[in-house]
């Protein structure tokens, strides 16, 4: 049987819709019929052929979330059935095929149910970003109820699902943001510190008594990380998903702070540890289904047939949310 996919044969090149074979799900897969498949920046960064750390090679199919229904249980699974409602972070890396497919075969170990309450659309707009901000927040930080976190860019993919898994956890939670996104920030409880008009000095002196937040959680990179190393308390903790620059270290050292980077890409590249991806997701549906958990999704609609456009608007900046491509 045979399926539709967009495929791209060269980097840089257009999405071609294309008709390939459907897999089967082998041991320990499940077979996803796709309804909903979440782009991510780095995915332009793949189609340009500049993301070496990805290892997508031609032809490739683009597509690291996804949101869907079983529809076939391969030999050894049985958490999961025929008809089940599945999300989560599945290929488009590596050479495994991605979500902008009306099939996939995945890895039964890195899928969770979906949220009951979310849309095939929500929930494909959360994997990527909550496993980011899991690894971080509490596999690295062990954060604790009452600590204070700082996430640097709070309204982003990954820091607005940050900012809403630390106030579950019980911090206190505040996060940079631009003046235009304050609001959104507030609404999930955290304090909205416009990183246009503070400096660090000054929120740092302002919202900790110069002290520091015990947890800074840095999504931006670059001078932001460098930031974050400023900002941090005695013996806190630093987090990064894109630690990837040149940093002093001095500001870091002086607070005996630590610091740890995040490669959320690490279990599907390796097929390492790929259970925990799983086990993270049934996090994010407990959180989505208690309402503790809101993806912000970008309101727009676009299909295969219309997925470039929605490239164009990541590469664009004119993204308000996750973008999701409805794959029917």
């Not at 059935?81 to 170990?109: N, P, W």
């Not at 899991?134 to 600590?147: E, H, N």
């Not at 503070?198 to 990179?221: H, I, N, P």
Request: hydrophobic letters at 45%; glycine letters at 12%; proline letters at 3%.
């Amino acid at each position: 049987m045979n399926m539709q996919a967009l495929v791209l044969n060269r980097y840089n090149g257009p999405l071609e819709l294309t008709e390939l074979s459907r897999l089967s799900a082998g041991p320990g897969e499940v077979l996803v019929r796709i309804k909903a498949s979440g782009l991510n920046p780095l995915d332009t960064k793949i189609r340009a052929g500049s993301a070496a750390h990805a290892k997508h090679p031609l032809p490739l199919v683009l597509g690291i979330d996804m949101a869907g229904v079983v529809e076939a249980v391969g030999p050894g699974v049985a958490q999961f059935k025929v008809g089940d409602e599945v999300y989560g972070m599945t290929g488009g890396v590596g050479g495994i095929q991605g979500s902008l497919a009306q099939f996939a075969a995945v890895d039964a170990r890195l899928i969770a149910l979906k949220p009951s309450n979310l849309s095939m659309k929500e929930a494909a707009a959360l994997p990527l970003g909550f496993i980011t901000s899991y690894q971080g927040i509490v596999d690295r930080a062990q954060l604790k109820a009452g600590q204070t976190v700082l996430v640097q860019g709070g309204a982003g993919g990954v820091g607005h699902l940050s900012v809403q898994l630390a106030q579950a956890l019980g911090a206190r939670v505040f996060a940079t943001v631009s003046k235009g996104d304050a609001e959104l920030v507030a609404r999930y409880g955290a304090t909205a510190i416009d990183y246009r008009e503070y400096s660090v000095e000054q929120y740092v002196q302002e919202y900790t008594k110069g002290e520091g937040f015990d947890l800074v959680a840095d999504t931006v990179g670059g001078e932001t990380l460098d930031a974050s190393f400023s900002a941090v308390k005695q013996c806190g903790r630093v987090v990064s998903a894109l630690g990837w620059g040149t940093h002093s270290l001095a500001p870091l050292s002086f607070r005996e702070a630590t610091y740890s980077g995040v490669f959320t890409l690490s279990a599907l590249l390796t097929g390492k540890h790929r259970e925990h991806h799983g086990a993270m997701l049934q996090v994010a549906t407990q959180l989505a289904e208690a309402g503790k958990l809101v993806p912000r999704v970008d309101p727009r609609s676009f299909d295969l047939a219309s997925a470039d456009l929605a490239y164009q608007a990541i590469t664009a900046g004119t993204a308000k949310g996750k973008i999701v491509v409805d794959v029917q």
